[in-house]
């Protein structure tokens, strides 16, 4: 399975941005997905996350601003940021975690940065 993130870019404080992940290969509507983030010096973190049934989670600190989606006849999960703030200036991960695997994929990071 590959994974391409994409949508990442500059952006002012309270503005919005898309995050999109296309996987290659037929596990991924068999899966868990999720985005987490890294911002520099810090731990990576999880963002949001769709489980079975279309059951989501969010971070406290995303909550009401961020939402994850996906598309399982694109084989893409989505990630729609608004009301961005500086704190969430990250590299931000898209995951896929096959139900039953011991194991899950990442994409590459897009580097999202919220500053004026």
């Known amino acids: 399975v590959q994974l391409q993130a994409s949508g990442g870019g500059l952006v002012q404080p309270g503005g919005s941005l898309r995050l999109s992940c296309k996987a290659s290969?037929?596990?991924?509507?068999?899966?868990?997905l999720a985005w987490y983030r890294q911002a520099p010096g810090k731990q990576r973190e999880l963002v949001a996350r769709?489980?079975?049934?279309?059951?989501?989670n969010y971070a406290d600190s995303v909550k009401g601003r961020f939402t994850i989606s996906r598309d399982n006849a694109k084989n893409t999960v989505y990630l729609q940021m608004n009301s961005l703030k500086p704190e969430d200036t990250a590299v931000y991960y898209c995951?896929?975690?096959?139900?039953?695997?011991?194991?899950?994929?990442w994409g590459q990071g897009t580097l999202v940065t919220v500053s004026s």
């Open positions: 995951n896929v975690d096959p139900w039953g695997s011991s194991g899950s994929y």
């Open positions: 290969g037929s596990i991924f509507r068999f899966s868990d």
């Open positions: 769709m489980g079975r049934g279309g059951v989501t």
